[in-house]
């Protein structure tokens, strides 16, 4: 049976408790997205919701990386941030304008999130959706909403997602709503309840539990124990590529959770 890819991987690759416990202790800090982007198929990179990179960053960070390796960028906040959404054209043209497309084959999703407060308005967010490109500069582009207000646990957000193919995020979080429907043509997750005091963040048992999903969504299937907001829906069955992050809570040992849980998904 055919299935989309698989990857798994963590937020970023700069974090000073990694040095010793994931990065060997005589690595050079301009070295470690080279080891990281070996150790793990994919990145999360949060830095862009902050501010803009410049091109030659991006095209560095590509080079740095192995074919096959991706980057899923945060969109930036400006773009989110905002009380209508609709208007978001300006800065959305600035976010992409800044060189993303450097990143080339290894570009991955980009991950729109919003405030907890941000609630869900279908006039509101159809406005953004509509301004979403589908490439830039030939380079095809891939779009993920994250959102953390429970106004958006309705069979409305799904069904208006999936008319434009973009996916919504599934957040395993103590306090963000779970959504869980398949939108789009892949599938984006960050588990976020990981524990620095386990060797893996999640205990071996639910890294298991999680892997069995991935394949699953990999496969074109939905799983069933998850929460679906629009649960009379059934997505088509077709092979998707699917995206998990560990983040979050047990940041230390996320790397460690990603290559775990990459073993066990095959």
Same mark, same amino acid.
């Given at each position: 049976?055919?299935?989309?890819?698989?990857?798994?991987?963590?937020?970023?690759?700069?974090?000073?408790?990694?040095?010793?416990?994931?990065?060997? /202790?005589?690595? *050079?800090?301009?070295?470690? @997205? =080279?080891?990281?982007?070996?150790?793990?198929? %994919?990145? #999360?990179?949060?830095?862009?919701?902050?501010?803009?990179?410049?091109?030659?960053?991006?095209?560095?960070?590509?080079?740095?990386?192995?074919?096959?390796?991706?980057?899923?960028?945060?969109?930036?906040?400006?773009?989110?941030?905002?009380?209508?959404?609709?208007?978001?054209?300006?800065?959305?043209?600035?976010?992409?304008?800044?060189?993303?497309?450097?990143?080339?084959?290894?570009?991955?999703?980009?991950?729109?999130?919003?405030?907890?407060?941000?609630?869900?308005?279908?006039?509101?967010?159809?406005?953004?959706?509509?301004?979403?490109?589908?490439?830039? /500069?030939?380079? *095809?582009?891939?779009?993920? @909403? =994250?959102?953390?207000?429970?106004?958006?646990? %309705?069979? #409305?957000?799904?069904?208006?997602?999936?008319?434009?193919?973009?996916?919504?995020?599934?957040?395993?979080?103590?306090?963000?709503?779970?959504?869980?429907?398949?939108?789009?043509?892949?599938?984006?997750?960050?588990?976020?309840?990981?524990?620095?005091?386990?060797?893996?963040?999640?205990?071996?048992?639910?890294?298991?539990?999680?892997?069995?999903?991935?394949?699953?969504?990999?496969?074109?299937?939905?799983?069933?124990?998850?929460?679906?907001?629009?649960?009379?829906?059934?997505?088509?069955?077709?092979?998707?590529?699917?995206?998990?992050?560990?983040?979050?809570?047990?940041?230390?040992?996320?790397?460690?959770?990603?290559?775990?849980?990459?073993?066990?998904?095959?």
């Amino acid at each position: 049976m055919t299935t989309g890819t698989i990857r798994a991987g963590m937020g970023g690759w700069t974090f000073q408790p990694w040095e010793g416990t994931f990065y060997p /202790d005589d690595l *050079p800090k301009k070295r470690q @997205l =080279e080891f990281a982007s070996r150790q793990v198929p %994919t990145i #999360e990179v949060n830095g862009t919701y902050y501010g803009s990179q410049k091109p030659a960053t991006y095209a560095k960070w590509a080079s740095e990386a192995p074919d096959g390796f991706v980057f899923s960028l945060k969109g930036n906040r400006f773009v989110t941030n905002r009380k209508v959404l609709s208007e978001a054209s300006e800065s959305l043209e600035k976010f992409l304008g800044s060189g993303i497309s450097e990143i080339g084959e290894k570009l991955g999703p980009l991950v729109w999130q919003f405030a907890p407060t941000k609630k869900f308005d279908p006039e509101d967010f159809e406005g953004f959706l509509k301004l979403l490109p589908h490439e830039r /500069d030939g380079v *095809p582009l891939r779009h993920v @909403l =994250e959102v953390r207000n429970e106004t958006f646990c %309705t069979p #409305e957000f799904p069904q208006l997602v999936r008319k434009y193919g973009a996916a919504v995020c599934y957040a395993h979080h103590n306090t963000y709503p779970e959504i869980a429907d398949v939108t789009g043509d892949f599938v984006y997750a960050r588990l976020q309840r990981g524990e620095d005091d386990i060797p893996t963040a999640y205990p071996p048992d639910e890294l298991d539990g999680w892997a069995k999903r991935a394949r699953l969504w990999a496969a074109g299937g939905q799983p069933g124990d998850l929460p679906l907001m629009d649960p009379a829906f059934t997505p088509e069955t077709k092979p998707r590529d699917v995206f998990v992050y560990f983040i979050h809570e047990g940041k230390i040992r996320a790397p460690h959770a990603a290559r775990a849980f990459m073993e066990r998904a095959g």
